[in-house]
C-alpha cells in the first residue's frame, strides 16, 4: 500500500484491482455509508487513503464470510455488538453450506455414476431384485447402444435417484403388468377395445419408470417386443404367443390416436 502512502491515495479502479471487487461495488458501499474514500481530486474523483483500504479489506473477507453489509457495518462499527458471537453464527452457517455442498457432491457423483453404468446396484442386488435370468453385462450394453440419446440420460436421472428399494417397486410394477397381459390374452380380449387400451396406457404408465414413452415409441418398442429374440422370450415365457398380441393390441391404441404403425418412427415428443 506504499503508492497510497504519499497523500494523494489510490483510485477507485486502482482499488478494485487490488481488491477484486468492481467498481460499482465500491461506489455502492460509498452509497450507503459502509466504506466511504477519505479524499477527493480537485475533479471530484474519489480517492482511498492507506486506512480506507484496511477497512475494505476488512468488508472484503466479512462479506467472503457470508456477513451481509448490515452485519458487516455492525461488526466493524457498533462498539455494543458481539463479535465473537456473531462470527460463530456465521460459522455455523457456513458449516451447513458446506455440509449441503458435500450433499450435493455425493449427489453428483451418484448421477454421473448413474450415467456410466446405468443401474446403481450390485451384482447381488440385481438377482435378488431383477431375478436370477438378469445379466448384469445387460446395463453395460444398454448404454453402449443407447448412451448417446435423450433417453438414456432420463433413464440415468431416474436410476440416480433410486436405491435397492425403489427397483423392487418398479420391477413389481413390471411383474404385474406382464401378468395382467398374459391374463388379458388368455381372457380373449381384442385389440382395440377398452381393456385392451387400458393395458396400452398402464404399459406407457409403468415403463415411464424408466423414460417417458410417447405412442410413437410405444409402437417401435412393441415391434422389438416381437422382433428380437431376448424380447420375445421374456413375454412368451409369460404366454405363449404375448409379445405378438402385444404387438396387435399397441398397434391398434396407436391408430386410434391417429398414428400410423407401420410408418411411426422413435419419436420422444407427440
Known amino acids: 500500500m506504499s503508492d497510497a502512502a504519499d497523500g494523494d491515495g489510490l483510485s477507485v479502479g486502482r482499488v478494485a484491482a487490488r481488491l477484486g471487487v468492481t467498481v460499482r461495488t465500491l461506489h455502492h458501499w460509498d452509497g450507503i455509508g459502509l466504506a466511504r474514500p477519505s479524499l477527493r481530486t480537485a475533479a471530484g474523483y474519489r480517492l482511498y487513503t492507506v486506512g480506507d483500504l484496511e477497512r475494505l479489506q476488512r468488508i472484503v473477507v466479512y462479506r467472503e464470510l457470508g456477513l451481509g453489509l448490515e452485519g458487516i457495518r455492525a461488526v466493524l462499527d457498533d462498539t455494543t455488538t458481539d463479535v465473537p458471537g456473531t462470527l460463530r453464527v456465521q460459522r455455523a452457517q457456513v458449516e451447513e453450506r458446506i455440509d449441503r455442498l458435500r450433499e450435493l457432491g455425493a449427489g453428483l457423483d451418484r448421477m454421473i455414476d448413474a450415467h456410466e453404468r446405468g443401474l446403481l446396484l450390485t451384482v447381488e442386488e440385481q438377482a435378488a431384485i431383477l431375478g436370477p435370468g438378469w445379466n448384469p453385462d445387460w446395463s453395460a450394453q444398454a448404454r453402449e447402444r443407447y448412451g448417446d440419446t435423450a433417453q438414456w440420460s432420463q433413464y440415468a436421472e431416474r436410476s440416480a435417484a433410486r436405491g435397492p428399494e425403489e427397483w423392487q417397486a418398479v420391477t413389481d410394477a413390471v411383474a404385474a403388468l406382464d401378468r395382467a397381459l398374459g391374463e388379458a390374452m ?56 404375448l409379445a405378438a398380441w402385444f404387438r396387435r393390441v399397441v398397434d391398434a391404441s396407436a391408430r386410434a390416436h391417429g398414428i400410423d404403425p407401420d410408418t411411426a418412427g422413435w419419436q420422444d415428443r407427440p
Open 186 to 241: 388368455d381372457a380373449g380380449v381384442t385389440p382395440g377395445g377398452p381393456e385392451a387400451n387400458r393395458l396400452v396406457e398402464r404399459h406407457r404408465e409403468v415403463f415411464a419408470s424408466y423414460f417417458p414413452l410417447t405412442r410413437q415409441m410405444q409402437v417401435c418398442l412393441a415391434r422389438r417386443y416381437e422382433a428380437e429374440p431376448a424380447f420375445a422370450a421374456h413375454y412368451d415365457a409369460v404366454r405363449p404367443g
